[in-house]
């Protein structure tokens, strides 16, 4: 939920937010006028139960002939109390609604505009020439690397088996993303999969994309679509130590995603499915430490893609290609040599005050005071990874060499066509 301190003394900063989001600035005012009402409601609330108190207590001094004329005012006080409970009941459910409506504000300098309006910040490394290449998908079953046909018998459309080498490719990506992620001062964590409607809620995912989230009906259960949800949910209701720094840290886990609305995009390959692994990055930190831990993550990033030895480009994501809790968000796009094109492989985002508020994550400041935190997140590592990798690290006899990095745990230089699962 955005700052009320924000929308109160200067509402125009959140209407041109939601403006440079294509998302109506509309709910800004109101938003403003659900917060007059709760108010409202709450002092009127306040002050009959204050009258109510007092007029308890004169009848409890009152001598016995006044007794009844107070009690019948106390008993017309106490239903008007009742009726001003309800009364801020559902200004305080409409006041929540309205908060809830408005996406976090966008900081200063993000691009306006929709999904095609990013800003390029840097590009790393230069595709590689082949000639004909084959895509990731070929590489993947000439090399008994990716089954797709038995992910399809076994679970349906967009599920897959990763096999021998495959196998080891992601586990040795994964690990290799852990070990970075802890060398950076990260905490390991594997985190559970399934999370409840409120830490869901809380991080922003049963918004506009709610119809990505799979649920677990009969059980009020979401599966996650990253590691995101239950790194934000871990310290809610907290208020965490930040007085040596960040927390940071990094989840291994599957991830689960419905890609509604995705019908016929990337049907081909592993690029979208409903299942995958990945590694996140996560931080807590003071409002204040925001934006550098974001370029932290970044870098974290930019380690990682260096290790796979991928050509790749950095973009400063548009308003309008947002998440809801987002404030500012880098992707990193790899080279896909048969699409002639840079695909998204990693995100970072800065989600400012937006998360830990909903999930009531706070820290002490100077003066021992209870302060919102902020919380940032970014993908290290994930199963897409193995497109950038076997399309740009083929050779021309049908090989894919594998990164130095990853040798030690797939226990190969050169990936070569050969037996099939």
Partial sequence: MIDLKVLRENPDVVRVSQQARGEDPGLVDALAEADV?????????????????????????????????LLAAAKELAER???????????EKSFSAAHMAISNVVIDGVPAGGVDDFVVLDTVGEPPALDNPKDHLELGE????????????????????LTGAGALLQLGLLQLAMRVAVENGCTPIIPPVLVRPEVMAGTGFLGAHADEVYRL???????????????????????LDLSHGPQRYAAWSSCFRREAGSYGKDTRGIIRVHQFDKVEGFVYCRPEEAEAEHQRLLGWQRQMLAHIEVPYRVIDVAA??????????????????????????????????????????????????????????????????????????????????VPEALVPYVGTTVLEPGRKT
């Avoid at 709760?38 to 207590?57: C, F, G, P, V």
């Avoid at 109390?81 to 200004?91: F, N, P």
């Fill in 37 to 69: 009402a709760r108010r409202t409601a709450i002092s009127a609330a306040d002050n009959l139960r204050a009258e109510q108190k007092a007029a308890s207590k004169l009848i409890g001094s009152a001598a016995p002939d006044q007794r009844p004329a």
């Fill in 81 to 91: 109390v009742k009726g001003a409970e309800s009364a801020q009941a559902d200004a």
């Fill in 142 to 161: 000439s090399l008994g690397l990716i089954d797709m046909g038995r992910g399809a018998k076994v679970a349906g459309a967009r599920f897959y088996f």
């Fill in 217 to 239: 009906e009969g059980e009020d259960l979401y599966l996650v679509g990253t590691s995101e949800v239950p790194l934000a949910g871990f310290h809610a209701d907290e208020i």
């Fill in 320 to 401: 309008g290609d947002l998440g809801s809790s987002a404030a500012r968000k880098f992707d990193c796009e790899a080279w896909v040599p048969t699409q002639q094109t840079y695909r998204e492989l990693t995100s970072t985002s800065n989600c400012t005050t937006f998360q830990a508020r909903r999930l009531a994550v706070r820290y002490r400041d100077e003066n021992g005071k209870p302060q919102t935190a902020a919380t940032l997140n970014g993908t290290l590592a994930t199963t897409r990874w193995l497109v950038a990798i076997l399309e740009n690290h083929q050779q021309p006899d049908g090989s894919v060499r």
